[in-house]
């Protein structure tokens, strides 16, 4: 059976939750011949599908494989974009913000770049890491003001704000 076909199932068998089905097609596919436009679709399905069945470090080791060798493919903005998640649930929250706010410097163009700095803010900011929270909160609101992600920001802000005892600055953030 010719690779195609069976990364053809392999996004079938994804997209109706066949998770582990998908996760072995798409292996089928990257131990075959396929060429690099494959090797990176096989990736991806492997790493969402391994992701649904919560192996965060298989998933992270595909997304990262992504990024590595495949990183002009189609498949590379979510495979960063996924890796940012996969640090996190793999609890590697560093690994999560990094990923993250990597995603606007290697994609700047896509449209969850506002959504991926505002998650690095708010993993930060669950971190204690109060300065780098406030950075990519504020980074948010002045690169992205017309997103529908400009507002979470604000809010955030003026908490980080009030809890350092800066009540001005909370309310006018608000």
Do not use: C, K
């Amino acid at each position: 059976m010719a690779w195609e076909t069976i990364l053809d199932q392999a996004h079938a068998d994804l997209r109706a939750g066949n998770f582990y089905r998908a996760r072995h097609n798409a292996e089928l596919v990257l131990q075959s011949s396929a060429p690099p436009a494959g090797r990176s679709a096989a990736l991806l399905v492997a790493g969402q599908a391994a992701y649904e069945m919560h192996l965060y470090d298989v998933a992270a080791g595909h997304y990262g494989a992504i990024l590595s060798s495949h990183d002009t493919r189609p498949e590379a903005p979510s495979a960063a974009f996924g890796l940012g998640w996969a640090e996190f649930r793999r609890g590697n929250r560093d690994g999560a913000v990094r990923a993250w706010t990597r995603f606007e410097d290697r994609f700047p163009s896509d449209t969850r770049v506002p959504l991926a700095i505002e998650l690095a803010a708010e993993v930060a900011s669950g971190s204690g890491d109060v300065a780098t929270a406030d950075t990519l909160f504020q980074r948010v609101i002045t690169r992205y003001p017309s997103t529908p992600y400009a507002g979470a920001p604000r809010v955030s802000r003026a908490l980080l704000a009030l809890r350092a005892g800066r009540e001005s600055e909370a309310t006018r953030e608000l």
